[in-house]
């Protein structure tokens, strides 16, 4: 059973030429064709994959760099925004308190202005009623006059009479 | 038990030409296989990998480690497509000779391409060629000339030698560790047909020759590669 013989049989007897040149040949054509219909599919779709990362990778770390701009100008325009805010209001206070002032103003001119408006038309009223007055006085004492002395009298006499009287009467009044 | 090989001498006239009818067999068988396993392992390849992809791209991962770790990706991108067809074509080789073995009409047709010293050493002479060719091509005639000289001129016939060591050692090694193998599983399948006793015993050595084969057969497809990607790296890189 233990024949050494046939181990030398399987070894099929030292170098055959022809299965050299037949694995040559087979072994090129192999590379040839698995290289173009395999590997290199495989290869470029490995290193495409490998590009696409790298982008990937860049793309997020300039979103975020991108995003952090952004945050920071939000943040810049919100305080802004706040302080404009502010000033705006305090304008506002200021332009009410103006306005209050004027408003305060003018309103205390026009009382005073009214006051004054009626004090003078008091005045000439009272200026009116006392020339009337004088009018009626001087009418009516001429009547009593005329009734109680009952005499005809030159109009320089009356006149003179009538001087008199309203005398007596301004120094009464 | 005892079987032959079908053996044509002297083809088409030719003296010395002769073929292993089962070795031109399994060549073809081989490559045939490479090939299509690696056409249908790499169809509808996408961006995002599963399944088939997958170990597609463990392997190229692999051999390109191989390729880094002997030289720079710069300069070994290239032999990227060899190292991947040589560890499928060893590995697939070296597996089609565990399965079974067919003897028809008292010789040997199907077995391990690479239990053959003509094969292996036909693909130790395309590699050691290939390292000469690449050698010349990026470094230059004078270059890869003063490759021979370094680092002291009296080591020149060592160096002369060590090309052609390379050659027969990268061939032998593998092909001596697949025909062991075939040799110790025929005598296995031996004892487990010599009746019912010896297929009991048989069974269980069979059964873990198997298994241990296969783990030669990968790690015998790695070292060949390894080895090529060394022999490239000391032709082709710059600091040698």
Sequence with gaps: MFDPSYLVLN?????????????????????????KFAWRPLMNVMENRENHIANEIDQAENNRKESERL???????????????????????????????????EARQEALRLKENARTEIEQEIDKAVKQLQDQVATLSVQIASKVIEKELSADEQDELIKEYLNKVGENK | MDHGAPIVRDAFGISGLDFNLSNV??????????????????????????????????????????INST?????????????????????????LGIMFMVV???????????????????LAVLVVLLSHYYGLKMKGTG????????????LLPLKIIEEFANTLTLGMRLYGNMFAGEVLLTLLVGVMASGFLGFVGGLIPTLAWQGFKLFISGIQAFIFVMLTMVYLSHKVSKDH
Excluded: C, H
Excluded at chain 2, 143 to 154: A, I
């Design chain 2, 25 to 66: 067999l399994m060549i073809l068988v081989t490559s045939t296989i490479v090939f299509i396993l690696a056409v249908v392992f790499s169809r509808n390849l996408q961006q995002k990998p599963k399944g088939l992809q997958n170990f597609m791209e463990w392997i190229v991962d692999l051999v390109k480690n191989m």
């Design chain 2, 143 to 154: 270059e890869y000339l003063k490759g021979y000289v370094r680092p002291v001129p009296f």
């Design chain 1, 71 to 105: 945050l920071k100008e939000a943040q810049d325009e919100l305080k802004n925004t706040r302080q404009s805010a502010s000033k705006i209001i305090e304008d506002a206070k200021l332009t009410a308190q103006n306005q209050q002032d004027s408003i305060l103003e």
């Design chain 2, 104 to 122: 028809y009409d008292g010789e040997l047709w199907w077995k391990s391409p690479t239990a053959d010293a003509s094969i292996t050493l036909t």
């Design chain 2, 71 to 95: 030289m720079s990706w710069k300069e070994g991108k290239q032999f990227l497509p060899l190292g991947l067809t040589l560890i499928f074509y060893i590995f697939i080789g070296n597996v």
């Design chain 1, 11 to 35: 070894a099929g007897m030292g170098l055959a030429l022809g299965d050299m040149i037949v694995q040559l040949i087979a072994f090129l054509i192999l590379i040839a064709l698995v290289t």
